[in-house]
């Protein structure tokens, strides 16, 4: 019988899931997949195979109990799972590091949901889930926000009151264990002369980071996973007056703004037809076009301005779903950057599910 740790990458359109033996948490995985397109038609996959999954209706709680409750199935035989670990994506400033998860860490963990709605509560869920099916396991939460602690206060602060920074209201950043995945392999890669990196992690959501000597002095994200890059229906960054001029003088409620910024916006606002860069590269709309052109702009934009907080670029590196799969943006980024004059951009695999796994294997 081999002990295994159960990973689950809980993101806002999608389930990443896969088992490590306990005894090699940083080798390859016993299995690996995920379910894809939550919401519209899901699917899982494994390695070269995809199958309809779940209902279309199906939420991420739904289709992570179908997925344990099929685990058994989908395992190699003699498997035991031993432990289990989670992506958590909002460690507020308290968790700056991975930590076994208890009653009250999920207590503080679901305090933080309102800055994170897209996916704090799909961790929680996978989480839960996990505890149901496997009651007497350990369990491990790995936090997405932590890879940015190391920011300067420069960095973390907007521009309020101090007493709000004191109060938590600071840049936290995001796909922090994306960037950790990426920053572990960058010196075999890139060599001990490229100290200064872009990581863009390009995905449903999307965000970018500085990386000095591997470590982050700046992100795109900030407060909540809204802010920075358009995504596939967030907005990303706008000017804070318009929210409030929808607020007091179109008279939109909370909720319908709320809604506005975190589901119809993005590549699904600005084409109108979907939210998905797979659907805009394929199609021939003049309103897709529009979607891929912006986003390769402010793309551009955001390198340019982390590469000020890095005095310099040496290298850029695309990660995440439309960064590691569409070369199309890769290469129509990069040529906005040309002036630069830096070595040709890498695609690399992030593989945040090997973090997690490493993790919970020191913690359990």
Request: aromatic letters at 6%; one cysteine or more; glycine letters at 12%.
């Given at each position: 019988?081999?002990?295994?740790?159960?990973?689950?990458?809980?993101g806002?359109?999608?389930?990443?899931?896969?088992?490590?033996?306990?005894?090699?948490?940083?080798?390859?995985?016993l299995?690996?997949?995920?379910?894809?397109?939550?919401?519209d038609?899901?699917?899982?996959?494994i390695?070269?195979?995809?199958?309809?999954?779940?209902?279309?209706?199906?939420?991420?709680?739904?289709?992570?109990?179908?997925?344990?409750?099929?685990?058994?199935?989908l395992?190699?035989?003699?498997?035991?799972?031993?432990?289990?670990?989670?992506?958590?994506?909002?460690?507020?400033?308290?968790?700056?590091?991975?930590?076994?998860?208890?009653?009250?860490v999920?207590?503080?963990?679901?305090?933080?949901?309102?800055?994170?709605?897209?996916?704090?509560p799909?961790?929680?869920?996978?989480?839960?889930?996990?505890?149901?099916?496997?009651?007497?396991?350990?369990?491990?939460?790995?936090?997405?926000?932590?890879?940015?602690?190391?920011?300067?206060?420069?960095?973390?602060?907007?521009?309020?009151?101090?007493?709000?920074?004191?109060?938590?209201?600071?840049?936290?950043?995001?796909?922090?264990?994306?960037?950790?995945s990426?920053?572990?392999?960058l010196?075999?890669?890139?060599?001990?002369?490229?100290?200064?990196?872009?990581?863009?992690?390009?995905?449903?959501?999307c965000?970018?980071?500085?990386?000095?000597?591997?470590?982050?002095?700046?992100?795109?994200?900030g407060?909540?996973?809204?802010?920075?890059?358009?995504?596939?229906?967030?907005?990303?960054?706008?000017?804070?007056?318009?929210?409030?001029?929808?607020?007091?003088?179109?008279?939109?409620?909370?909720?319908?703004?709320?809604?506005?910024?975190?589901?119809?916006?993005?590549?699904?606002?600005l084409?109108?037809?979907?939210?998905?860069?797979?659907?805009?590269?394929?199609?021939?709309?003049?309103?897709?076009r529009?979607a891929?052109?912006?986003?390769?702009?402010?793309?551009?934009?955001?390198v340019?301005?982390?590469?000020?907080?890095?005095?310099?670029?040496?290298?850029?590196?695309?990660?995440?779903?439309?960064g590691?799969?569409?070369?199309?943006?890769?290469?129509?980024?990069?040529?906005?950057?040309?002036?630069?004059?830096?070595?040709?951009?890498?695609?690399?695999?992030?593989?945040?599910?090997?973090?997690?796994?490493?993790?919970?294997?020191?913690?359990?």
């Amino acid at each position: 019988m081999t002990d295994a740790l159960l990973v689950l990458n809980a993101g806002s359109s999608s389930v990443k899931f896969a088992l490590y033996a306990a005894a090699q948490p940083g080798g390859p995985p016993l299995l690996a997949g995920q379910i894809e397109r939550i919401g519209d038609a899901p699917s899982l996959a494994i390695g070269d195979t995809s199958l309809a999954f779940g209902q279309s209706g199906d939420g991420h709680a739904a289709l992570i109990g179908q997925l344990l409750d099929a685990m058994d199935g989908l395992a190699p035989n003699d498997i035991r799972i031993a432990g289990a670990g989670h992506r958590v994506v909002h460690g507020g400033a308290r968790f700056d590091a991975p930590v076994r998860i208890d009653d009250g860490v999920i207590a503080e963990l679901t305090a933080l949901s309102p800055l994170a709605p897209q996916h704090q509560p799909h961790n929680l869920a996978g989480i839960e889930a996990v505890a149901a099916a496997y009651p007497d396991i350990p369990q491990v939460a790995a936090f997405d926000t932590a890879f940015h602690r190391t920011q300067s206060e420069v960095a973390e602060h907007y521009a309020l009151p101090r007493d709000y920074a004191d109060n938590g209201m600071i840049a936290y950043g995001f796909h922090g264990l994306s960037y950790a995945s990426i920053a572990l392999r960058l010196p075999a890669l890139l060599g001990s002369g490229a100290r200064r990196v872009v990581v863009a992690h390009l995905g449903h959501g999307c965000s970018m980071a500085a990386l000095l000597d591997g470590r982050s002095v700046a992100t795109t994200m900030g407060f909540t996973a809204l802010e920075g890059l358009p995504m596939g229906t967030r907005s990303g960054s706008i000017d804070p007056g318009l929210v409030l001029h929808l607020l007091s003088e179109r008279g939109m409620e909370i909720d319908a703004v709320h809604r506005l910024l975190y589901k119809e916006s993005g590549l699904l606002g600005l084409s109108g037809i979907s939210g998905d860069m797979r659907d805009l590269l394929a199609s021939d709309a003049p309103e897709a076009r529009f979607a891929v052109d912006y986003f390769v702009d402010r793309c551009a934009r955001a390198v340019g301005s982390l590469a000020v907080s890095l005095d310099g670029l040496d290298a850029l590196v695309f990660t995440g779903g439309i960064g590691e799969n569409a070369a199309e943006i890769r290469e129509a980024v990069a040529a906005r950057l040309a002036w630069l004059d830096i070595r040709p951009p890498l695609a690399i695999a992030t593989d945040e599910e090997g973090v997690i796994a490493v993790a919970t294997a020191r913690l359990i």
